[in-house]
């Protein structure tokens, strides 16, 4: 079940937190968030998963910045959230969809336990123009049933800032070289 407004406001501070919060981005059922006004592209032509890729660092001017297709940006929320004994759910608005901007590829669905700023997987269907402040997104907040585990990881929790990929850390590079190998895609010489 999906946690009411009201709901959300009342479980601030014990199951929830929002800092800041601000009682006008309160919805029925959700509570927007906001875009920093940090974003990151990568500078790979080519991403690897098996390690670390580069990265550019923008600042959206008070002008706003315009954002163009086929490019991945990574923003994030003004927002730090902590969720206690509830799952919360990432979701773009629907005024930013309508637009043609999507702010997450697949990781809508945050674990119960998580604390930190919500990195954000920004595309758009046409150039678009966006600004720093906006609300973006809005967190939604389910009931879960069965014995809680909080998420407790060395890759997301507690950041600071737009997290990247961090997949690399769960790869092992032997096991990765072996199946690129077994794919072709590594020469190796007799």
């Not at 990568?42 to 690897?48: F, G, M, P, S, T």
């Amino acid at each position: 079940m999906i946690l009411t407004g009201k709901e959300i406001e009342k479980r601030l501070g014990t199951d929830i937190v929002i800092e800041p919060y601000n009682e006008k981005y309160l919805n029925p059922n959700s509570y927007n968030l906001c875009l920093h006004n940090e974003l990151m592209v990568y500078e790979e032509i080519v991403l690897d998963m098996a390690r670390q890729n580069r990265l550019g660092k923008y600042v959206i001017p008070e002008e706003g910045m315009v954002l163009y297709p086929g490019q991945l940006y990574l923003g994030r929320t003004v927002e730090r959230t902590e969720t206690h004994n509830l799952a919360p759910l990432l979701e773009g608005r629907s005024s930013i969809g309508r637009l043609g901007i999507s702010v997450h590829a697949t990781a809508g669905v945050g674990d119960i336990g998580f604390c930190g700023y919500w990195t954000l997987e920004i595309t758009v269907a046409q150039p678009v123009r966006i600004y720093a402040g906006i609300p973006i997104c809005q967190i939604i907040y389910h009931t879960v049933e069965g014995e809680i585990v909080e998420y407790n990881s060395d890759k997301y929790q507690n950041n600071k800032g737009i997290q990247p990929s961090l997949l690399f850390k769960e790869l092992n590079p032997n096991e990765n070289r072996q199946m690129r190998l077994s794919f072709g895609e590594e020469k190796t010489s007799d």
